[in-house]
Protein backbone atom coordinates (compact mmCIF):
# COMPACT_ATOMS: atom_id res chain seq x y z
CA UNK A 1 0.00 0.00 0.00
CA UNK A 2 1.57 3.44 -1.21
CA UNK A 3 0.41 6.46 0.45
CA UNK A 4 0.86 9.86 -0.99
CA UNK A 5 -0.32 12.24 1.89
CA UNK A 6 3.17 13.60 3.40
CA UNK A 7 1.96 14.82 5.80
CA UNK A 8 0.69 11.75 7.71
CA UNK A 9 4.19 10.20 6.89
CA UNK A 10 5.26 13.35 8.88
CA UNK A 11 3.58 12.88 11.56
CA UNK A 12 4.92 9.55 11.72
CA UNK A 13 8.56 10.84 11.29
CA UNK A 14 8.17 12.86 14.32
CA UNK A 15 6.42 10.39 16.45
CA UNK A 16 9.46 7.99 15.98
CA UNK A 17 11.90 10.93 16.27
CA UNK A 18 9.90 11.86 19.89
CA UNK A 19 10.31 8.43 20.81
CA UNK A 20 13.92 8.19 20.31
CA UNK A 21 14.09 5.68 17.04
CA UNK A 22 16.92 6.60 14.48
CA UNK A 23 15.80 8.10 11.41
CA UNK A 24 17.24 3.90 9.71
CA UNK A 25 14.53 3.20 11.95
CA UNK A 26 11.77 4.89 10.66
CA UNK A 27 13.05 4.40 6.98
CA UNK A 28 12.80 0.65 7.80
CA UNK A 29 9.39 0.69 9.21
CA UNK A 30 7.46 3.15 7.01
CA UNK A 31 8.59 1.08 3.68
CA UNK A 32 7.87 -1.69 5.51
CA UNK A 33 4.12 -0.34 6.61
CA UNK A 34 3.34 1.10 2.80
CA UNK A 35 5.47 -0.78 0.43
CA UNK A 36 8.73 -0.10 -0.63
CA UNK A 37 10.03 3.70 -1.80
CA UNK A 38 7.41 5.52 -0.14
CA UNK A 39 9.87 8.04 1.35
CA UNK A 40 13.40 7.94 0.38
CA UNK A 41 16.42 6.95 3.14
CA UNK A 42 17.36 11.02 1.90
CA UNK A 43 13.73 12.22 2.84
CA UNK A 44 13.72 10.65 6.25
CA UNK A 45 17.45 11.99 7.28
CA UNK A 46 16.38 15.46 5.94
CA UNK A 47 13.20 15.62 8.62
CA UNK A 48 15.17 13.79 11.34
CA UNK A 49 18.00 16.78 10.84
CA UNK A 50 15.56 19.53 10.96
CA UNK A 51 13.73 18.30 14.19
CA UNK A 52 16.94 17.96 16.05
CA UNK A 53 17.28 21.22 15.08
CA UNK A 54 13.91 22.46 17.00
CA UNK A 55 12.11 22.73 13.98
CA UNK A 56 9.10 20.42 14.47
CA UNK A 57 6.59 21.75 11.89
CA UNK A 58 5.52 19.54 9.18
CA UNK A 59 5.03 21.75 6.56
CA UNK A 60 6.89 22.43 3.67
CA UNK A 61 9.28 25.41 4.08
CA UNK A 62 8.30 28.63 1.73
CA UNK A 63 9.52 29.29 -1.34
CA UNK A 64 10.58 25.37 -2.14
CA UNK A 65 11.62 25.06 -5.80
CA UNK A 66 13.12 27.74 -8.37
CA UNK A 67 10.52 30.75 -8.72
CA UNK A 68 9.23 30.00 -12.17
CA UNK A 69 9.46 33.08 -14.56
CA UNK A 70 7.47 31.60 -17.49
CA UNK A 71 4.77 33.63 -18.92
CA UNK A 72 1.09 31.74 -18.92
CA UNK A 73 -0.56 34.26 -20.85
CA UNK A 74 2.09 34.52 -23.97
CA UNK A 75 1.33 30.37 -23.83
CA UNK A 76 -2.22 30.84 -24.24
CA UNK A 77 -2.26 33.84 -26.77
CA UNK A 78 0.08 31.02 -28.74
CA UNK A 79 -2.14 28.35 -28.47
CA UNK A 80 -5.04 30.81 -29.25
CA UNK A 81 -3.07 32.20 -32.39
CA UNK A 82 -2.55 28.50 -33.70
CA UNK A 83 -4.64 25.51 -31.96
CA UNK A 84 -2.57 23.23 -34.03
CA UNK A 85 0.62 23.51 -31.95
CA UNK A 86 1.99 20.31 -30.16
CA UNK A 87 3.86 20.76 -27.05
CA UNK A 88 7.10 19.70 -28.25
CA UNK A 89 6.71 22.92 -31.08
CA UNK A 90 5.41 25.32 -28.17
CA UNK A 91 8.80 24.33 -25.93
CA UNK A 92 11.24 24.68 -29.01
CA UNK A 93 9.62 28.32 -29.43
CA UNK A 94 9.29 29.15 -25.69
CA UNK A 95 13.26 27.87 -25.48
CA UNK A 96 12.07 25.58 -22.62
CA UNK A 97 11.71 21.99 -21.68
CA UNK A 98 9.11 20.14 -23.32
CA UNK A 99 7.70 18.68 -19.73
CA UNK A 100 7.64 22.81 -18.61
CA UNK A 101 4.76 23.48 -21.14
CA UNK A 102 3.53 20.17 -20.48
CA UNK A 103 3.04 20.98 -16.87
CA UNK A 104 1.94 24.78 -17.66
CA UNK A 105 -1.01 23.48 -19.47
CA UNK A 106 -2.20 20.92 -17.51
CA UNK A 107 -2.43 23.61 -14.74
CA UNK A 108 -4.13 26.01 -17.19
CA UNK A 109 -6.69 23.54 -17.30
CA UNK A 110 -5.51 22.73 -21.19
CA UNK A 111 -6.53 19.47 -22.65
CA UNK A 112 -4.96 18.01 -26.32
CA UNK A 113 -8.45 16.37 -28.06
CA UNK A 114 -8.49 15.70 -31.80
CA UNK A 115 -5.71 17.68 -33.04
CA UNK A 116 -6.31 21.19 -31.01
CA UNK A 117 -6.40 22.58 -27.79
Do not use: C
Not at 16 to 40: C, M, S, V
Not at 42 to 55: P, V
Not at 73 to 91: C, N, V
Request: proline share 2%; hydrophobic share 35%; glycine share 6%.
Amino acid sequence: MRTHNHIHLRHIMLYYFEKGHTAAEAFRDLNDLFGERTIGRKTIYEWFDRFKSGDTSLEDKPGRGRPSDFDDQALLAAMEEDESLTTRILAEQFNVDHSTIVHRLKKLGKVWKLAGW
